[in-house]
């Protein structure tokens, strides 16, 4: 993301930012309410237009939605809640994840339901398949979400406010399943209000102001600076195995990144 500009209604609510984010990074985007938090992930994906600026995907200009490879992008939106008053099952909106790709049809029937549980599998609510989300507490309904973001194997995941109104457990167990595929290579960029049980995932701490990037940096070093538990933050560590995907780009010019 190089520049870019995002006016909503008669506001400049993002100001020229620029954000490049690497292969297996993990990124926090922090700062206040109304910062412009959810709005700069939203661009990322495409959904709001550009005053000004660029916005690629693995290379690809997101304004030109045909030309990006959304199966290799996962998105968990702010909760609204899995349910929203939907009688499905769990299996079911895990499932729909696979319904957004260029082929919506191609993943039909068996392999579909492997992948669904697998996915469920994953977040750890394999158990809970056949059971109506509407049953579901708001921790399990976010692990549903997450599921139904990674049912396409995503390289990147992108999720918005993934611990708000959740319990303690909840976010504990989130936390795991991030810090999980954040080693299996998978490249998060999460908003959060605060890094809380996120600070062992979260590497580079991104913090907007009112449109802007006012700080981007370890993590590490922000947890310290607000007293926040980050003293472990998980710098970079031979351990992890190389990230498999060549490049994704949200874009600009910062050293060591994927491509412009
Ligand atoms: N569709 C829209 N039309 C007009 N203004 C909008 C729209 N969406 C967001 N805004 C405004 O843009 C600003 C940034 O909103 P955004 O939701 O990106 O902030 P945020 O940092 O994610 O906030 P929060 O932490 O409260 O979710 C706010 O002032 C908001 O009122």
Known sequence: MREASVVLGADLVLDRVDLQVGPGESVALLGANGSGKSTLVRTIL??????????RLFGHDVARRRSVPWGRVGYVPQRVSASSGVPATALEVVRSGLLSGARPFADRGARARRRALEALNA???????????????????????????????????????????IDRASREALASILR????????????????????EVVERAVVLDDG????????????AAHGDHGHDAHPHDASRPAHHAPALTTSTNRPGGARP
């Open 180 to 199: 999980s595929l954040r080693d299996q290579g998978v490249t998060l960029v999460t908003v959060l209000h605060e890094m809380g049980e996120l600070t």
């Open 46 to 55: 495409g959904l709001h237009p550009l005053r000004s600026g660029r916005v």
């Open 123 to 165: 977040v750890g609510l394999a158990h809970r398949a056949g059971d109506h989300v509407q049953v579901l507490s708001g921790g399990q309904s976010q692990r549903v979400l997450i599921a139904r973001a990674l049912v396409r194997d995503p390289e990147l995941l992108v999720l918005d406010e993934p611990l708000a109104g």
């Open 212 to 223: 802007r990037i006012a700080s981007d940096g370890p993590a590490v070093e922000l947890a």
